[in-house]
């Protein structure tokens, strides 16, 4: 049974709001580009993970996607999968071309059209992650259900070099289309259950309460700064900017389409690139709206958390989804 499902990383809509709000010729633009490729290929090799998964009985493993935990510092896990008798970290790895392991290094080197490049070895990778788990269960006093770890790579087609005296790395090391293989050799191993179901749901509710996902600050990793990024509410049809808020509507001078709607991007893009907070003043300058009582009835609208009062009022973001659009012209929230 899927508890935590996989999801577009938040690195990745980071990088996705910056290019909707760089101007076109911006010198970053090719390096967050390339980064988001990096990120969705990611994404798309843990969506490959769950076709496999699939197969297992949704009764007996639980799984979480993404799950980020605090031991000394924060860890990430890809994939983890907990059962009464055993769970399993899988550090997943959709990368093409060819990786070559070199006995007992940190670096792994990853060649692909005739260039090399080094990269983190994702044995030591999970291995670490294999550590911090250890830590924080026994921190938790949830001691006791054996912990197994591998590196999984989604294509086929990616391919791994090593040296005969480090061919170990193949025990920890699998492709995407074995991973049923590998868990039957798990269940043979593990015969015995070491948690009850009730112990096995208690860790389940503490993994999931314990999840945080961090906002990292993306301006000052591109060196960025907000003046560069262009303000106010995107046309979800025809993507100009500068659409305009009367008669509680979103109006686009370019195509000429409404929306009730459209700002939700915008308030969910300052979420992402500037702060995890706003204030009425930073949403209208944000968003390019002039009258005070528009973008306060806006800004209540959202019932975001808020602590302060009046013009000081703070309110908290999250990623906000907008609603059907068609539905929100009967319910009218927005
Ligand atoms: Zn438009």
New binding site residues.
């Given amino acids: 049974m899927i508890k935590l499902e996989v999801k577009l990383p938040i690195q990745a809509l980071q990088c996705m709001a910056l290019l909707r709000r760089l101007p076109r010729n911006h010198p970053q633009r090719p390096t967050i580009e390339k980064d988001l490729r990096a990120w969705l290929k990611g994404y798309y090799g843990e969506k490959d993970a769950d076709y496999y998964l699939s197969f297992l009985p949704e009764e007996k493993y639980l799984i979480f996607h993404g799950l980020r935990l605090k031991d000394k510092s924060h860890f990430q896990m890809d994939l983890l999968l907990i059962s009464t008798y055993y769970a399993l970290i899988i550090e997943v790895k959709n990368i093409s071309g060819k990786l070559i392991f070199k006995k007992g290094s940190n670096l792994v080197v990853r060649q692909i059209d005739n260039k090399e490049e080094g990269m983190d070895n994702p044995i030591q990778q999970v291995k670490r992650q294999h550590i911090q788990t250890m830590n924080w269960l026994d921190k938790r006093r949830l001691k006791g259900l054996p912990l197994e770890s591998l590196v999984m790579i989604s294509k086929t087609s990616t391919i791994i070099e090593t040296t005969p005296d480090n061919y170990q790395i193949f025990q920890q090391i699998i492709y995407a289309e074995s991973l049923l293989d590998k868990i039957d050799e798990l269940e043979k191993k593990y015969q015995k259950p070491r948690f009850s179901q009730k112990k096995l749901l208690h860790l389940s509710d503490t993994l999931l309460k314990e999840h945080k996902i961090a906002v990292t600050d993306i301006l000052q990793k591109y060196q960025i700064s907000q003046s560069e990024l262009i303000n106010s509410v995107q046309?979800p049809?025809?993507?100009?900017f500068q659409?305009e808020y009367f008669s509680a509507n979103w109006h686009?001078p370019?195509?000429?389409?409404t929306s009730k709607v459209a700002h939700l991007q915008t308030v969910n893009d300052y979420f992402l690139l500037i702060n995890q907070t706003i204030t009425r003043n930073q949403f209208s300058q944000f968003l390019q709206i002039e009258s005070t009582s528009k973008a306060k009835h806006l800004l209540l609208a959202l019932n975001l958390p808020s602590s302060g009062s009046k013009r000081g009022t703070i309110y908290n973001l999250c990623i906000l989804s907008p609603p059907n659009e068609n539905d929100s012209k009967k319910g009218e929230i927005y």
């Fill in positions: 046309c049809r025809c993507k100009c659409m686009c370019q195509c000429k389409s």
